[in-house]
Structure formats: structure tokens, C-alpha cells
Nanobody, 124 residues
Framework: VQLQASGGGLVKAGGSTRLSCVVSGLSLDTYEIGWFRQAPGKEREWVSTIGSTDDTYYADSVKGRFTISRDIEKNTVYLHMNSLKSEDTAVYYC???????????????????WGRGTQVTVSS
């Protein structure tokens, strides 16, 4: 199983960017994929999750600004990030969770598989 996150980079405050998570070894029809982020000196925090039936969930801090989506044919999950703020600066990770065992969705321990992160830096 591999999850490969990409995208991001340096973005101006108020701008937009898109992250991609290419998943191999898991089917998006049977696994939930979440995005987490970790800023320097802070704990990893949940951002958003898309379920196996295309249901979506967001942290309050990004609701209305970020949109999670998926392309089943490409086995890829996207995180569309708009109206970016300096506090969105972090390393972003995608992770896979078994829908039969996930309950809260915002806890890192519920995710079985993790990809390497991709840096998003928002300049003010």
C-alpha cells in the first residue's frame, strides 16, 4: 500500500492550491482517505476525510475554504485549498482508514496507512 501526496508549495495568503494523493494498493471504493497537517512545533491535526461512499467531512478550521474530492479511475484524492491563511502553513499528509473500524475520523490512530507529507507554505 502506498499513498503519495504532492502539490502545495509556496502560496500567497488568499490564494489557492490543490494537493493530490495517489493511492495504490487500496481501493477508494472500500477505504476512507483523510488529510492531516502538521505545523512546526504542533501536533498533527485532522483536516478532512472522504468516505468510501463519497461522503465528506471537514475540520471547522477549513470548512468553507477547502474541498476534498476523488477520482475513482485515477485512484486519487484531491484537497482543493482556497482562501489560504498563514495558519494553513504545514506539512500535509494523506492517510487511509478502514471504514469498518473508523468512528471519529479526526484521530490519527484510526488511519492504517500514511503517505509522506507535502509542504504548503502560505506567505502573508
Amino acid at each position: 500500500v502506498q499513498l503519495q501526496a504532492s502539490g502545495g508549495g509556496l502560496v500567497k495568503a488568499g490564494g489557492s492550491t490543490r494537493l493530490s494523493c495517489v493511492v495504490s494498493g487500496l481501493s477508494l471504493d472500500t477505504y476512507e482517505i483523510g488529510w492531516f497537517r502538521q505545523a512546526p512545533g504542533k501536533e498533527r491535526e485532522w483536516v478532512s476525510t472522504i468516505g468510501s461512499t463519497d461522503d465528506t467531512y471537514y475540520a471547522d478550521s477549513v470548512k468553507g475554504r477547502f474541498t476534498i474530492s476523488r477520482d475513482i479511475e485515477k485512484n486519487t484524492v484531491y484537497l482543493h485549498m482556497n482562501s489560504l491563511k498563514s495558519e494553513d502553513t504545514a506539512v500535509y499528509y494523506c492517510a487511509g482508514a478502514n471504514p469498518w473500524t473508523v468512528v471519529l475520523r479526526h484521530e490519527t490512530y484510526e488511519y492504517d496507512y500514511w503517505g509522506r507529507g507535502t509542504q504548503v507554505t502560505v506567505s502573508s
